[in-house]
């Protein structure tokens, strides 16, 4: 009777294992079958790295930001070497231009030789007179327009043209603000009383006028920094980036004379 009973379970086990390697078997040729091209949207490809993009709005940021700390120092010591170090940023930015994986570095780090020299230029020698700090901040700007015309070095000159647009608000600002004869003074006087003229040039910007345009201003710097980076393109990301870093760097000036 035991034996009769346990007969159906014994003659089942080839068929169970006969089932389990036409599954192991389907499941290997599905393996090797592609995805279809309608379904490939649902699976889009994944990847732990920031997209180039970032990495130039990033080093953007970084090359208006930091600078000013590192070139403003180094101009008023050593104006020429100042000026110098732009030949090697030249030289720099066509070595990484002469090779397709670091081509668009040196596109970025071409424009920056504009704001590095005109800055050298301008706070080197002629720091004393704001009203020559547009001109000189501008002397490469036919260069830039006529690069972006002949559809050359995309990234570095829109680099420039926002560093350029951040500065050209910043002075409209000064001149709006009546700010331009702190600026003179702060360039004319010792060390020790820069904290002073600071403090005055403080209450100026707290006003209500001062307020006012502050606040209009960086509204339109902010509207023309993240707008463009919709477009999702490296040179609006450069040019965004520059643009917005201004705000940065405004702003830590605005600390610093709080703390002065």
């Known amino acids: ?24 078997e389907c499941e290997t040729e599905l393996a090797f079958i592609p995805l279809s091209p309608s379904l490939a949207p649902l699976f889009p490809p994944t990847s732990l790295t920031p997209p180039l993009s970032l990495f130039i709005f ?11 700390f590192i070139e403003a120092p180094l101009v008023r010591a050593m104006p020429w070497v100042s000026v110098g170090l732009t030949g090697f940023w030249l030289w720099l930015s066509l070595f ?28 080197g020698w002629l720091r004393w007179e704001p009203l020559w700090h547009l001109p000189v901040e501008s002397m490469g700007l ?23 647009f951040g500065t050209v608000l910043t002075d409209i600002y000064f001149y709006l ?15 020790e009383v820069v904290p002073s003229i600071l403090q005055a040039a403080l209450v100026q910007v707290q006003t209500p006028l001062g307020q006012l345009w502050a606040l209009i201003l960086g509204v339109l710097l902010l509207s023309v920094g993240i707008l463009p980076l919709a477009r999702q ?28």
């Open 177 to 191: 603000t009546n700010l331009m004869p702190y600026w003179r003074q702060i360039m004319n006087v010792e060390v």
């Open 58 to 68: 990033s080093v953007s940021v970084f090359l208006v930001t930091v600078p000013v």
């Open 142 to 164: 036919p260069f830039a327009l006529w690069c972006l015309w002949r559809n050359w070095g995309k990234v570095g000159n829109w680099f420039y043209l926002g560093s350029l």
């Open 1 to 24: 009777m035991v034996n009769t009973s346990l007969s159906p379970y014994t003659t089942s086990t080839p068929i169970i294992e006969t089932a389990k390697e036409d599954i192991q």
């Open 233 to 260: 393109e490296n040179h609006w990301y450069a040019f965004g980036g520059a643009v917005l870093s201004t705000i940065l760097v405004d702003a830590l000036f605005l600390i610093a004379a709080i703390f002065a």
């Open 96 to 123: 990484l231009m002469s090779r397709n994986k670091t081509y668009v570095w040196g596109d970025l780090l071409f424009g920056f030789s504009w704001s590095w020299l005109t800055g050298s230029i301008y706070w």
